[in-house]
């Protein structure tokens, strides 16, 4: 059973880059056709889609933040990293990886991570 971890600094200071890493166990980030996909939730705030990375290496980017963000892999660890650039308090949220169909449907979710950006 496939299972996601996301780790990285809880903190970022404003204007700093916020990077985050996806480990994925149990199944591997290059099984046809899955894509691997981040999403946050701002405190109160609905979740937003940020982005993905399939299992072909393709990227895909929410028109509102592709100017700041960046998807890789590490195909050798089996993880998928978050790279968001120019944070502000605005971007304070939980951030999730998940496992996500090409229907788009976001099948398996990890149990996320808090980044704060405050000074």
């Known amino acids: 059973q496939v299972q996601l971890q996301e780790s990285g600094p809880g903190l970022v200071k404003p204007s700093q880059m916020l990077s985050l890493t996806c480990t994925v166990s149990?199944?591997?980030?290059?099984?046809?056709?899955?894509?691997w996909s981040w999403i946050r939730q701002p405190p109160g705030k609905g979740l937003e889609w940020m982005g993905a990375?399939?299992?072909?290496?393709?990227?895909y980017y929410s028109p509102s933040l592709k100017s700041r963000t960046s998807i890789s892999r590490d195909t050798s660890k089996n993880q998928i990293s978050l790279h968001l650039t120019s944070v502000t308090p605005e971007d304070t949220a939980v951030y999730y990886c998940?496992?996500?169909?090409?229907?788009?449907?976001?099948?398996?979710w990890g149990q996320g991570t808090l980044v704060t950006v405050s000074s």
């Open positions: 998940a496992r996500t169909w090409p229907s788009w449907y976001l099948e398996v």
């Open positions: 149990g199944g591997s980030i290059t099984t046809s056709y899955y894509r």
């Open positions: 990375i399939a299992y072909d290496g393709t990227t």
